[in-house]
């Protein structure tokens, strides 16, 4: 069957990896991006070349008109939704909480928090057979921060992580009955530039040996992850959060 997805952070790393998954599947993609417009055209052309259908959208997520925005451009371009991958996000430089200013947390929350609470929203509204829709699946890209604190680091992202677990479980539960299931998955040390933006560009690689696994994970993998959980293969599965960290 063919599905239509949503991806918020959809032109890089696990969102572009995630698309490209899709677009194997023959699915249609509508990708949100916040500033890189280069970036975004690329991966319209990838999963174009894959197979699927791609729509890029610009945008922020803390913004409630820019979120209803992408999720009307996707159903103007491709019809009925069926699957929502929450997945935009920031991080800031390693430090102590002590040291953070009012400016860093309030955009940390605003992002990774008020964001991902507007796209759940969005996606509960147009996928709910109550409300329309025709069910579906919401995937929440989480962190396993959310449950290693990050001391010394990241505190406030691992928070805000933790912020997407809890509103994954309770919307699990309130959507159950509206046929949309919604999962999160935790990825850990990831080769992506999520790290270079926290001025750690070698992190992934550096603490990867650490893991059981012995090595950091890619993009690829995470998306695999997703991706199932978009699938009818994952059709009793709902309120669950996935690791995908090497056993980290």
Same mark, same amino acid.
């Given at each position: ?13 696990? #969102?572009?990896?995630? @698309? ?14 916040? #500033? ?5 055209? *690329? ?32 159903? #103007? ?46 996606? @509960? ?27 010394? *680091? ?65 993009? @690829? ?24 960290? #090497?056993?980290?």
């Amino acid at each position: 069957m063919s599905k239509t997805i949503v991806i918020t952070g959809g032109s890089r790393g696990i #969102g572009r990896a995630t @698309a490209l998954l899709c677009a194997q599947r023959g699915w249609s993609v509508a990708l949100q991006y916040r #500033g890189n417009r280069r970036a975004a055209e *690329e991966t319209v052309g990838l999963v174009e070349q894959a197979g699927g259908h791609a729509l890029a959208v610009q945008g922020d997520v803390s913004s409630d008109e820019d979120v209803i925005a992408l999720f009307e451009a996707a159903a #103007g371009r491709f019809g009925a939704l069926h699957g929502v991958v929450n997945n935009a996000g920031i991080v800031a430089e390693a430090q102590d909480v002590a040291d953070m200013t009012t400016h860093r947390l309030r955009t940390m929350f605003e992002t990774n928090v008020l964001g991902a609470f507007l796209v759940a929203r969005e996606a @509960a509204r147009r996928l709910s057979t109550s409300r329309g829709g025709v069910g579906g699946s919401l995937v929440n890209v989480s962190s396993a921060a959310s449950r290693l604190g990050s001391p010394h *680091e990241y505190v406030d992202y691992a928070a805000s992580k933790g912020a997407v677990d809890t509103m994954t479980l309770g919307l699990a539960r309130e959507l159950a009955r509206d046929g949309v299931r919604v999962n999160a998955v935790r990825p850990g040390l990831i080769e992506t530039d999520i790290h270079a933006s926290g001025g750690q560009p070698d992190r992934a690689q550096r603490l990867g040996a650490s893991t059981p696994i012995g090595r950091p994970g890619t993009p @690829a993998e995470v998306a695999e992850t997703i991706v199932w959980l978009l699938s009818d293969a994952a059709s009793y599965v709902t309120g669950a959060l996935l690791d995908c960290s #090497g056993g980290r």
